[in-house]
């Protein structure tokens, strides 16, 4: 029975003794945990050692070897069990033990490496003999990007040794230890040259491209590409490890250069975004704003940590990269096809980027990762810059017809000068048959030439301002311009064409109006003339009233004309889109679209004249806008027909027209000038106020009627009244007509018409003709 009680009793004794063993050895020192030395191969071999490493981490980072040595500090070293030591931001020390037996006969050279060439100091001491120390500082040797900091190290036959690496850096501590022999290693580094050499070679030839484009100033993108290939040609060499410790390298402070040439590649990528010409002006300022956000990096290096500058270019490169994927993908410029291209580029650097993450965090694990990307991401970049100006330039050739390349500035001046000389010669003739004895028939042909020559001549002036709009040299003739006279002149050339428009032109201009302004005469032509023609085109059986007024107000002063639409207007929406185009504010605008060549120089001596065009608004059923030119009047003495007239103050007026703008218009006008005035819509009423004037013994003393107008016309209204004995005494009539005045003068003067004048009649015109329509009723 004892035995059977001992049996359990030693079972149990001996499990506790198992515990008690398992927690001793857990508690044994450290050392007795120590990892055993790496055994040699023979051969060639590359092999990652990290694994087999102990750590330590010296926080004063003051220790030196030799109080690492001491067993205290020995026991402190754990080891690492992982393929790549990773520690943040520290201002600690970290040193690595490894050791390396040599199992061979012979001796045998290796090379130890340490990856990562943003550490900013790497040390090796051989600690096989604790009683002499080396320093292997002596047995650096160049390596690239992922053997970075390699040490020739040599191990005697049948023998163990020992090394101790130290590590400091400001920047987080991102490492990976290898061990190679000398062929692996040169291997390494012949291809890592052999890389570079390629890509520097390719990314050298895009630099002189972009610069022969650049002068031939045919590459779009070329600006951008040339400072892109400038920055990468020396960030590479330097990134990848082959630059060495050059003179140009030492002047600047650690890590600068690669975070100088990282910005300003990301700021040539920026750039040619930038270039592709977006409508949406939001684009460009986001745009600018990233590159702004790139130089504030460059700045801050010189005072930021490494670790917070590695982060910053890192975090911005990224955004960047994101904010190309998703606005190149998602809208559109003008260059759509070079917008692909870059979108391309952009995803690439993007999956580079991913790689590179996966590769630190050992998710994947390749010898060359990190200088297959520096050397890959730029040359991509690169190429895609390349096929995007390509793109470019292919667009721009199928668009040489609206762009014109092959016509300089010069040429178009100087066409624009030779057109000048038949035209005149055209316009001359006109004046010389104007004087001479001509049908009614004939002098309608003749305005029809005069008209045309108006035209061609404008023309001219166009081809003229836009060769110096494409020069950017465009200089005011500034001189006293009788600018009522202008307007009078420009509406009625468009009298004809609004006739057969059924609009009534009309013209208004306030009463203290500058006899003379100071500005830029041909300039100002060409603008009236292409908004009046254009409003015009665009309108039909209403009116077009233009109103002038000399705007004062503080600093600013100048001419203000308000055009306002009645009536029917056709295409609406295309008539905003043309005076939208007109404004200078207005950005997302093609300026090589033939289709409007005409009112982009018109926009732009707006611009050169400081103005502004603002539309109050624009329906199916009238509209209105201003023009606002900054000019000042004419301080030299000047004789002013803007009074009243003292022969026409007291007359009694009649207007008789059927458009009610125009008779308020005129019947304004002759209460400037002192001249008492009513007005009617229609002859029938026309002829009830004369009557009732007569037998009031107040007859009026002047009419003015319209030509055209329905149910009777002014010469059915001329022909009645002068037939009518209830009005005895016969006002002196005037009036207006849309035709030419010779085709209409004969019948009006058989109507009883005293006078006959051109619409639109409006300021100086009007008030001529009175006084001498009431002249001759005086001489009667």
Known sequence: MTELLTAPRLILLSIIKLFITAFVLMCLPLKALALGPIILPSGSFDQTITPYTSIYEDETGTLSVEELLTSDYQLLFTPTHTQTIKRGHSDSAFWLRVSINNSLGSNHEAVLTLS??????????????TSNILDMSNTRLQGAASQAHAFNVLINAKK?????????????VNTRVELKSMDKFNQHQQLAHLLTGISLGWIFAAFLYFTYGLTQRTHRLAPAGIIYTLSVMI??????????????????????????????SAIAQLYAVRLLGWRRPRINHLLSGLMLIQIIIILSDFWLRSYISEVLVAASIVFNELVFLVLLKTLSSRMKDAQNYLWLGALIVCIGVFLSLLNSMNFIVFDMAIELIIVFLPLSVTTSLLLANYASMKQQGAHSSRTNPLIAPEVMGQISHELRTPINGV????????????????????????MAGIDMMILANEVA???????????????PVTVSKMLNSTLSHFQQEAIRKQVELILDIEDDFPERLLCDRNRLHVIIYNLISRTLAYTEHGGLAISAFYYQGGQTQGLRLQIQLSGTITKQGELTSLFRVLQPSTTNIDEDDPRIWN?????????????TLDIEGMTNHGGSLTLFLP???DTAPKTSLTGPDSSLMGLRVLVIDDNASLRTVIEKQLKRWGMIADSTYSGKEALAMLRTQHRAETPYDMIIIDHDMPVMSGLQLSEKLHNDDEIPTKPAS??????????????ATAAGIDYVIGKPASGNRLREALIELNKRKKSR
């Open 116 to 129: 990562n060439p943003h550490l900013d100091s790497v040390a090796i001491f051989d600690i096989s003999n």
């Open 160 to 172: 163990t040794n020992s090394y101790l690496i130290r590590i400091h850096t400001d920047a987080t």
């Open 235 to 264: 960030y590479i060499p330097i990134a990848i490890g082959i630059a060495g410790d050059t003179t140009f390298k030492n002047t600047f402070p650690k890590g600068f250069l690669e975070t100088f040439t990282i910005c300003l």
């Open 427 to 450: 316009m001359g003739m006109f004046e010389l048959l104007n004087d001479t004895p001509l049908s009614a028939s004939q002098r309608d042909y003749l305005e029809t030439i005069n």
């Open 465 to 479: 301002e836009l060769g110096k709009l494409k020069q950017k040299d465009i200089q005011l003739d500034i001189k």
């Open 599 to 611: 009112l982009i120089v018109v926009r732009g001596l707006i611009r050169q004249m400081r103005g």
């Open 631 to 633: 000019m000042t009047f």
């Open 734 to 747: 005037l009036m207006l007509t849309g035709l030419s005045t010779s085709s209409v003068k004969a019948s």
